[in-house]
């Protein structure tokens, strides 16, 4: 650190990504990164034309790309908001709302205290319950800004329909901000509620199901008032923060929904396989609808494993918080990637390559 930083980012903890290593070729399952390409429509969409008109801006607005979205959700352009993957979304949504203070849960995206800290928001966490779930009665009346993953990371836990819509009448006062980074493996999306709530926000990303991690790109739906403050900020930080290219596989990703409808039931598939292969083994795995399942067993520590795994060339991600070290969270891949895991785990736990 230099002694030119400014006072109030001192002691800012940056957010830790999960590794990229490039040491060696590693089965990975730690960033929750699909294990499917882009539809082949959306992989034909760039040609050295396009390269060629990177020499001219993108579109600032962002305007067909948020046509498109407002067309697959029921929305209007003027509901979507669409920035350099979720991440810069919920910059924003920190950014913007974060005065009266936050809350979101003790266990949960990281980035979120980070934020929080970035933006000197004051937050609560909120503990998660015994068993991981979301207590949604404990989010109630503060006048904060709410931000929960739902389904839930790491754990992977959801919550109903039911249960979001009995925080938004407990808080209209407050922006509630749902993150559904993950919602479309196996979880029920809220933003059919958009339209009776004008306090929420549904964040999303095409990171995770549409393939498209490297591409950055993500979105928030929500009403037309909400979404021109955020629209705001970021015209007050860098208007042009999606590239052309970005957008360009952005808007054929749409076009293309059927085939990521399919590759996210094949993961749920792989991932029910998966769990039960693990149950078999002695591991328990808490109840995922997302695109990675958190398991521990009680015959190695999380880390010993979490670092064994990786000498025998799987990467998955551990967590050294006092709640949750004991478990390892394992993104799904494709089902011989899980059926390789699965066997070399077997093989640490036989003994000799602990
Ligand atoms: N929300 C959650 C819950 C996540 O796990 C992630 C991915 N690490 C993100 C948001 C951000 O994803 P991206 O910036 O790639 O859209």
Known sequence: MSQFLAEKYKKLEAYVPGEQP????????????????????????????????????????????????????G?????????????????????AYGHMGAMFPNISYGFYKVYAELHQVEYTEIPLCKDFTIDHNMYKGWGQLIVIANPNAPTGICLGLKEIRQILENNPKSVVAIDEAYVDFGGESCYPLIAEFPNLLVVRTYSKSRNLAGGRLGYVLGNKDLIEDLEKLKYST?????????????????DANDYYVDCCKEIARVRENTTKSLESMGFEVLPSKANFIFAKTDVMDGKELY????????????????????????????????????????????????
């Open 22 to 73: 490039r040491d060696m070729e590693y089965i990975k399952l730690n960033t929750n990164e699909s294990p499917f390409p882009p539809a082949p429509s959306v992989v034909d969409v760039i040609d050295s034309k396009q390269v060629e008109l990177l020499r001219l801006y993108s579109d600032p607005t962002c305007l067909k790309l948020r046509q498109k979205l407002g067309d697959l959700h």
């Open 75 to 95: 929305l209007k352009a003027e509901n979507v908001f669409v920035t350099n993957g979720s991440d810069d979304s919920l910059n924003f949504i920190f950014m």
């Open 238 to 254: 860098n208007p042009y923060c999606i590239n052309r290219l970005t957008l360009l596989l952005g808007e054929a990703t749409v």
């Open 307 to 354: 670092l064994a795994l990786k000498k025998k060339g799987v990467l998955v991600r551990h967590f050294d918080k006092p709640q949750i070290a004991q478990y390892l969270r394992i993104t799904i891949g494709t089902q011989e990637q899980m059926n390789e895991f699965i066997k070399r785990l077997q093989e640490i736990l036989d003994g000799g390559d602990k």
